[in-house]
Nanobody
Framework: QAQLAESGGGLVQPGGSLRLSCAGS????????IGWFRQAPGKDREFVAG????????YYADSVKGRFTISRDNAKITMFLQMNSLKPEDTAIYYC??????????????WGQGTQVSVSS
């Protein structure tokens, strides 16, 4: 059974940076579609960034393009989300997810428990 666990969330000032990590187990990272999602209070969960299996093609929501970078370390079964130039509207619970299909199933098959990111002065 695949498991995912996020870390790295916290409170940061606008314009600051955070790096989220997601440690996986029970599956091969490079064979799965992986992604980061977020859910702000009172809003639906939304896609933030993703990586396709094998080729590692990356995808980003327009709202984070140019500021966030998704990456993966296949050997360590870990994915990352580097977040720069953070804005208050980036405040949300961030979730990592994985799915063994491409395109992935909706919703993805495996999810972490989430980590809180708060952007405020």
């Amino acid at each position: 059974q695949a498991q995912l666990a996020e870390s790295g969330g916290g409170l940061v000032q606008p314009g600051g940076s955070l790096r989220l990590s997601c440690a996986g187990s029970g599956f091969t990272l490079e064979y799965n579609t992986i992604g980061w999602f977020r859910q702000a209070p009172g809003k639906d969960r939304e896609f933030v960034a993703g990586i396709s299996p094998y080729t590692g093609t990356t995808y980003y929501a327009d709202s984070v393009k140019g500021r966030f970078t998704i990456s993966r370390d296949n050997a360590k079964i870990t994915m990352f989300l580097q977040m720069n130039s953070l804005k208050p509207e980036d405040t949300a619970i961030y979730y990592c997810a994985a799915d063994n299909s491409f395109p992935p199933k909706e919703p993805y098959e495996y999810w972490g428990q989430g980590t809180q990111v708060s952007v405020s002065s």
